[in-house]
């Protein structure tokens, strides 16, 4: 079945980059987009990024200058990078893939808190 | 980017009590999806386009809408429907949420 596993540093100081993975299963990166959605503790979803099938992006322009995703194919992992880290971007971040209309599989999430 | 606005922004309803939340958007979309939110668990999609209901999604659950005007709507409250709901387009870049309707059990 489609699953999909969020791994990421859990604590990352203000000012400083963050990393995180999502590992797919039950489908193939050559023939889905998968998305990047967080969420800060207790707020609404918030939208970030899609990498297509063909390995073309879509970013929310309100973040597109400290987003980059990426992925490898043949490990089902994709990354997402994310700079200058502040406070308010603290917030659990999911991956997340369509089927049809919405988003149809959502990881478990990663929590990202930035704090000192 | 397309503003999304639930109301209310928290309820609460009785078991068996008919129960409507809307979204309503900036401008006009093609369709609506909605997610269904518990506590310390990811959203799962719960209406898509417009009107269809996920697997595994109970029939007393509905949604309609169209244009700039969305709605869900419970013909019947059950305790387990008790959570955060969230529409969500993607007629237009970005993808935009709403801020949510949290659903309480009365």
């Known amino acids: 079945q489609v699953q999909l596993k969020e791994s990421g540093p859990g604590l990352v100081a203000p000012s400083q980059s963050l990393s995180i993975t999502c590992t797919i299963s039950g489908f193939s990166l050559t023939s889905y987009g998968v998305h990047w959605v967080r969420q800060p503790p207790g707020k609404g979803l918030e939208w970030l990024v899609v990498i297509w099938s063909d390995g073309s992006t879509t970013y929310n322009?309100?973040?597109k200058s400290r987003l980059s995703i990426s992925k490898d194919n043949s490990k089902s992992q994709l990354f997402l990078e994310?700079?200058?880290l502040q406070t308010d971007d603290t917030a659990m971040y999911y991956c997340a893939?369509?089927?049809?209309?919405?988003?149809?599989?959502?990881?478990?999430?990663?929590?990202?808190?930035?704090?000192a | 980017q397309i503003v999304l606005t639930q109301s209310p922004a928290i309820m609460s309803a009785s078991p068996g009590e008919r129960v409507t939340m809307t979204c309503s958007?900036?401008?006009?979309?093609?369709?609506?999806h909605w997610y269904q939110q518990k506590s310390g668990t990811s959203p799962k999609r719960w209406i898509y386009d417009t009107s269809k209901l996920a697997s595994g999604v109970p029939a007393r659950f509905s949604g309609s809408g169209s244009g700039t005007s969305y709605?869900?709507?419970?013909s019947s409250m059950e305790a387990e429907d008790a959570a955060t709901y969230y529409c969500q387009q993607w007629s237009s870049n970005p993808p935009t949420f709403g801020g949510g309707t949290k659903l309480e059990i009365k």
Do not use: D, E, H, K
């Open chain 1, 61 to 63: 322009s309100a973040l």
């Open chain 1, 82 to 84: 994310m700079n200058s």
């Open chain 1, 97 to 115: 893939r369509g089927a049809g209309g919405g988003f149809a599989y959502w990881g478990q999430g990663t929590l990202v808190t930035v704090s």
């Open chain 2, 25 to 32: 958007a900036s401008s006009s979309v093609n369709y609506m």
């Open chain 2, 71 to 74: 709605s869900l709507t419970i």
